[in-house]
DNA sequence: TATGAATGAGGGTTCATTCAT
DNA sequence: TATGAATGAACCCTCATTCAT
């Protein structure tokens, strides 16, 4: 009982050492990294993992969270930005580089499957609304996006990006997808009423509502027949 | 006097069942199913299902290859389209919307590594190539995109697309973003000439040197010292 | 029942390349060399090899037996040579030349278990301890060897050989071996009676019982303290 | 402050424990042995037999060498023996006594790849040379051995003494093939000139080049004809 | 408390043998 | 009867997790 200070100091350095070898190792090498890989970047034994951290999964989840909540952080500023387009899309470009030097993110990013604690999903889901948000108020980006799609960008532009050879290319060509055009974009997501087939879109006159002449033509036919 | 053996029948349907459960099973859990599992579902020994397939990773081939050749095969007509635009955007909205429920062919996608035979890779890419040409012919598609874009963005929308709720929406955006646009895309990507960071594409004027009245005041800053 | 005696040549010309398939495979590639790969060479199914032979070590039995009795019957004749002595090398020289390139025999000549039926065996060592008999009433071979002795030169020089730089080397080298000279033999397995070191040969004089003056010396010493 | 970790005693018990149980195994079964059996035998769970040892084959290359290692050791002092006959002979029999009771050394030594690190092979090479020359030089083994043919020879020993019911016999043998005899041995290995097949040594006259009358007479019917 | 050794349940793969066709 | 496909136990090896020290 005499040094628990000092126990304590040890521990908390030893909780240190472990995590920063496990970004580098789930960075570097995604999740199935061996834990024994990331023990020995730290420097310790793998009972010591054990005993910061649960499990493996449970580890996995601390590094990410760590890094979103970096990104959350960092990011918080930004909402009060007096250029809110700007603010936006620096958080955008930013989040993705940084998760795309980062398997571990990526992954995590790319499963459905809630590996972060809820309050860090949610800071990062209310920072990115925010941000959206504002962003939408000045008209700098589309208003038919929410923030699901955002988050779903993100971690698409990161797929994307990661291993590429134009760094930075895919993630200016989503910044550009966000940014209001005036071509009328298809995000609707209406389908051809005949053949059920994807509407191109079309810049003027009304929406389509066929998506060849082929099936307005029988659409027309068929309008005949039931008529008759 | 037919050439095939007797037991071609039988050993075809295990062979097909097999690949079938190999299917379903490397789409919905990807590469890192079991193979005993994969011969679980499809009712056989795990013998029976190397008496076909050389590997694990020969069968995943096997699999991946199968799907991008059906795409590949039923898109061939779509390269004489009368509306190349349309061609080429049913193409995209079609590979990504079968690929999307396939955790398989997102993997494959996504890994730089060649898991498919070349030839099959090379007439997926040749198929992007031609329709990319003929609809940027027709300005149907941002003329600085290029084939190795065209396939990032089809791993990347899969991997948007896998499990969201909203099936479709993401590929919509997609597209949206591969039309040209009014809007002055950034996708030069040029960075920055104070802090590196993205320039925001503006719509009018000439285009953006600096990321923020702030860089821009630094830079203007630095050239009276130089000039001094 | 029509086309029995049909079925039956069929049957026969199967097992024959079953066994042609399984000597040169076994030979090339020992005992370890899978059945499929048999039935393959032999271009047959491997139930058919299963229809001929109740097991792979039956089939194995079966081509070793094979290449003994064809050892056995041409050497036959040689039991009647006018010349023992020579009749005897010849025999054990060619023995282990065929064995050599055949790993098969080699691995059933190591083997202690008995792999091949009694018979052949027998058929084996009759021929041998014929020869050997022979060989040894004209002073061809020293006198001190028997049948066993010889098997175990058999296996053990086609071990050498196979493989070896030099073909022939180690043959010569074990007949020179059988062969009577007048150096004084250590066959006797004497041991030295302090160390139980063995003993060297010594050519000329009576038989030494120790294995060196150290231990000749230490033996005079024990006498002379028993005797006191 | 001594450098070994604490955990040490335990690990090494246990890595001897299991090397022991390694020499065990693979001396009674070789190296077809599976390793759930050594590590059964070692009271181990099998993972732990690979925290000690990379791989299988490394495990066994391992007690290999340590087998020849003691081996060595053990020898050293015998190149400055008084007796160089004796200690080449002593070292022989000693060798082949202990690997005979080793299946594990026997497919070691057999083998012509090179199972074990160069270092201990070189050492054994040059161990063998040495004892070889110097027992040469004094007479005491015929001349034309070389380190190749004795390390041959104690392999082929090794195999003979195998199992064998008279222990010490074949290496008896073998040493008495070693040693220089009157006999005119058969060692240049020069075959029959008309058939090929070897010749038997003849103690008496000059070198034979046919390897029987009959071969003699055809030789000299061949003479006859090609004179004409 | 920290260590790292031990565990043992799988993982991919092979192959002797069986059996439906 | 011959085929060769199917079987499944067993092989070597990995690694998340536990636990004696």
Redesign the interface.
Known sequence: MTATPVRRADARRNRDRVLAAAQEAFAEEGILVPLDEIARRAGVGAGTVYRHFATKEALFAEVVTDRLERVVDEARELIDSA?P??AF??FF?TVVERAAFNRAVCEAL?S?TGICPVRIEHDFDHLIGELLRRAQAVG?VRPD?DT??VR??I???V??E?????P???V??????L?????K?????ERCGICN??L??SSTGRPARY??PACRQKAHRRRRRTST
Do not use: K, W
């Open positions: 250029d387009g700007q899309f620096d470009t790319e459905p700098a996006i699901a799609d779903t960008l971690a698409g532009s797929a994307m990661r291993g590429r050879a134009r930075g290319r895919m200016a060509l989503m910044t550009d997808a940014r209001p055009s005036v071509t974009p298809n995000i609707r997501n087939g994807p191109s879109a998506c060849s």
